[in-house]
Antibody, heavy 121, light 110 residues
Framework: EVQLVESGGGLVQPGRSLRLSCSAS????????MHWVRQSPGKGLEWVSHVSWDSGTITYADSVKGRFTISRDNAKSSLYLQMNNVTAEDTAIYYC??????????????WGQGTTVTVSS | QSALTQPASVSGSPGQPITISCTGT?????????VSWYQQSPGKAPKLIIY???RRPSGVSNRFSASKSGNTASLTISGLQAEDEGDYYC??????????FGGGTKLTVL
């Protein structure tokens, strides 16, 4: 079964850091681009970041550029999101998502259950 | 990266068709085939229902269809069923290399 499991969420103070992880199973992780998408309480989906299958291409939403860093470890089938200098606007459920394409972008076909990040003092 | 424009809500009776529009610009929807649609039920993760403008993943009902004309993509659900209720989001690749979602449309089956 193809599965993504996020972890690392929690309560964090403004200005502090947090690292999210996403563990993948059931597919060849190294063949697929991966994404982080977030959803603030009661709001819509917001794409956060993308990393290509080989880490050769990395992109960020303007709202997190310079503060968040995406990375992956294909040997461990894991995706990460390092969140620095967080603000209240970063409070959201964070989903990791697999791209359907093999070595190319198509769309996000598998999603994790999400991990909740709450930024508050 | 401005959000794509979707109607906030649509509704329809069981058995009727509905269409949800998704309007972007020449920098996203208008320039790429990488337009996808997602269905989200309350408390659940989104589910991919359409990718590459009009392709359906395996297991998705053929009642879901989609198209694109210019800067606007559209999702049509034929033969509405109660289980179709939820939020629907479009998503497009953007010329800067990122992605952008629509604001979401809440579908109510009357």
């Amino acid at each position: 079964e193809v599965q993504l499991v996020e972890s690392g969420g929690g309560l964090v103070q403004p200005g502090r850091s947090l690292r999210l992880s996403c563990s993948a199973s059931g597919f060849t992780f190294a063949d697929h681009d991966m994404h982080w998408v977030r959803q603030s309480p009661g709001k819509g989906l917001e794409w956060v970041s993308h990393v290509s299958w080989d880490s050769g291409t990395i992109t960020y939403a303007d709202s997190v550029k310079g503060r968040f860093t995406i990375s992956r470890d294909n040997a461990k089938s894991s995706l990460y999101l390092q969140m620095n200098n967080v603000t209240a606007e970063d409070t959201a459920i964070y989903y990791c998502a697999k791209d359907k394409g093999v070595w190319q972008l198509v769309g996000m076909d598998v999603w994790g259950q999400g991990t909740t990040v709450t930024v508050s003092s | 990266q401005s959000a794509l424009t979707q109607p906030a809500s649509v509704s329809g009776s069981p058995g009727q068709p509905i269409t949800i529009s998704c309007t972007g610009t020449g920098n996203d929807v208008g320039s790429y085939n990488l337009v996808s649609w997602y269905q989200q039920s309350p408390g659940k993760a989104p589910k991919l229902i359409i990718y590459e403008i009009a392709r359906r993943p395996s297991g998705v009902s053929n009642r879901f269809s989609a198209s694109k004309s210019g800067n606007t993509a559209s999702l049509t659900i034929s033969g509405l069923q109660a289980e179709d209720e939820g939020d629907y989001y479009c998503c497009s690749y953007v010329h800067t290399g990122g992605w952008v979602f629509g604001g979401g449309t809440k579908l109510t089956v009357l």
